[in-house]
């Protein structure tokens, strides 16, 4: 194998270590798609797991600063690691530009220094870091001819974030980031506190189904992103969409208790969903768009 060869292989590795929901998705792909999207999931895991890393916070901004210098060096033709080598092989071939990449370094940065959110429109701005763009970075890969795709990319992006964020309140507590936006706690009447103390009681309810209903507005917009893609494309961000608002049902069903319990899908599940999903996707007469 040649070293990019080498490259591409381990960042199959990583997507197919780390990658969860993603992967089933990213199988429905054709392989030279395939193998852009696990050089996509490999970055970001690198990101992440620069913030994830034992350390202070000035070790792990040090981690970031040097990401972002090796990210610099990678469109300059300097491949630093192999990740970066597929990376620059991966840029030039979809024309992908570099704020894009940036783009996420910040979003994870964020979490280094930031673990309050004041309003939605701050929430969003984060979701657009750490979701949005990298379904922009998708989109290059998928390939679209209509700009208006871009809009529902980023929504679709912002939708998934959104469930991860409902999903994960108890787990992100743990790592001292409340992701529910303050004045909106502050709304429905349900304090930090409470939440501290695992506290389930209607202001709770009510917080997290209004999360949840707007989730589903973004999905609804994100949805629209199919029909501008080939139907070997379209496949995996719709795979994507319908693993994560099963996720969304699930919390609904579970009456929004994400304290309690870790609400996810199994693997049978995602199989099933994978399977029914992609044969929607490319069928004619048929839509995986969910009604």
Not at 146 to 161: C, E, F, P, T, Y
Not at 181 to 199: H, I, S
Request: with cysteine; net charge negative; proline share 3%.
């Amino acid at each position: 194998m040649t070293d990019l060869e080498l490259a591409y292989e381990e960042c199959r590795s990583i997507t197919r270590r780390e990658a969860r929901n993603f992967y089933y998705a990213f199988l429905t792909l054709p392989a030279a798609q395939r193998r852009a999207i696990y050089v996509t999931y490999a970055f970001c895991r690198h990101c992440d797991d620069a913030v994830d890393a034992e350390g202070s916070n000035e070790e792990k901004l040090a981690m970031l600063v040097s990401l972002r210098s090796h990210l610099s060096e990678c469109y300059q033709g300097h491949a630093a690691t192999p990740v970066f080598l597929a990376l620059a092989d991966v840029a030039g071939r979809y024309e992908i530009p570099e704020e894009y990449f940036q783009e996420v370094l910040s979003g994870v940065q964020s979490d280094l220094v930031k673990d309050r959110y004041e309003d939605f429109e701050q929430l969003r701005a984060y979701c657009y870091q750490v979701a949005s763009v990298v379904g922009l970075i998708c989109l290059q890969i998928f390939g679209y001819k209509d700009s208006n795709a871009k809009a529902h990319a980023i929504d679709l992006g912002l939708a998934m974030q959104l469930t991860n964020i409902a999903r994960d309140v108890r787990e992100d507590l743990e790592f001292g980031r409340i992701y529910l936006p303050q004045d909106e706690m502050a709304r429905f009447g349900y304090t930090e506190e409470e939440l501290q103390a695992g506290v389930v009681n209607d202001a709770f309810v009510n917080l997290m189904r209004f999360q949840a209903q707007r989730a589903k507005g973004y999905f609804r917009s994100g949805f629209q992103l199919l029909p501008y893609l080939s139907p070997r494309s379209r496949a995996c961000p719709a795979v994507l969409g319908r693993l994560y608002t099963k996720i969304l049902d699930r919390i609904e069903s579970a009456d929004y208790d994400v304290l309690s319990n870790r609400i996810g899908l199994s693997t049978t599940e995602k199989v099933r969903v994978t399977a029914q999903t992609w044969i929607s996707s490319i069928m004619p007469g048929l839509s995986p768009i969910p009604k």
